[in-house]
């Protein structure tokens, strides 16, 4: 059985800061990526962010410059650092994580951004 759980969402002003955090437990063979991705309502799934286990990292444009992905191998855990949050960036925000075999989803944390 594996576990993918999320955490660290919540309501901040915009302009505020976040950091999510996805631990990823059980019968997990070797993880090979990371990431997080976000939905908004009436949206599509998109990517955020993804970090490989040499430390490689992708971001989605829209992010930028404001959030940080990172993960400790050790722990089989990423996190997200939220910088400068807009509005826009409310979403649910699910962890993927992907071994050699299979992907696996956690169940979502929500992030609001007031404005």
């Known amino acids: 059985q594996v576990q993918v759980v999320e955490s660290g969402g919540g309501l901040v002003q915009a302009g505020g800061s976040l950091r999510l955090s996805c631990v990823a437990s059980?019968?997990?063979?070797?993880?090979?990526?990371m990431g997080w991705y976000r939905q908004a309502p009436g949206k599509q799934r998109e990517l955020v962010a993804t970090?490989?286990?040499?430390?490689?990292?992708n971001y989605a444009d829209s992010v930028k410059g404001r959030f940080t992905i990172s993960r400790d191998n050790a722990k089989n855990t990423v996190y997200l650092q939220m910088n400068s949050l807009k509005p826009e960036d409310t979403a649910v925000y699910y962890c993927n994580t992907i071994t050699t075999r299979t992907g696996y989803w956690g169940q979502g944390t929500q992030v609001t951004v007031s404005s």
């Open positions: 970090i490989t286990s040499g430390g490689s990292t």
């Open positions: 059980g019968n997990i063979f070797r993880i090979t990526v």
